[in-house]
């Protein structure tokens, strides 16, 4: 992380990249990840390591992370993506093989 830090471009990394960079965790290596496109935009997803699950993308020039609880099927603090219902199935297929 430190590394991708360093090497920056001037207007951040593409696609959900500079997203994740930007919110500084370090991934639980017991969390599944995937990208999903969804509307214009690209999403790195984790799996609900326990209840929570992570999004992040770079959605009209802005990094953006949303936090999904999977056992309450709800986004944090009420504010979900464009596009949630797709990015909700690909968060629990990986996080427990539910469609």
């Known amino acids: ?34 990208v999903v496109k969804c509307g214009k935009s690209n999403f790195l997803l984790s799996s609900a390591n326990s209840e929570w699950a992570n999004a992040y993308s770079k959605i009209n020039d802005d990094n953006a992370k949303f936090g999904y609880n999977v056992s309450e099927d709800r986004w944090s603090y009420g504010r979900e993506p464009d596009g949630a219902e797709i ?13």
């Open 1 to 34: 992380m430190q590394g991708y830090s360093e090497l920056r471009p001037k207007d951040g990394w593409p696609s959900w990249l500079d997203s994740f960079l930007e919110a500084g965790f370090r991934p639980n290596p017991q969390q599944d990840w995937m």
């Open 87 to 99: 990015l909700t199935n690909a968060i629990r297929q990986m996080s427990d093989g539910r469609p």
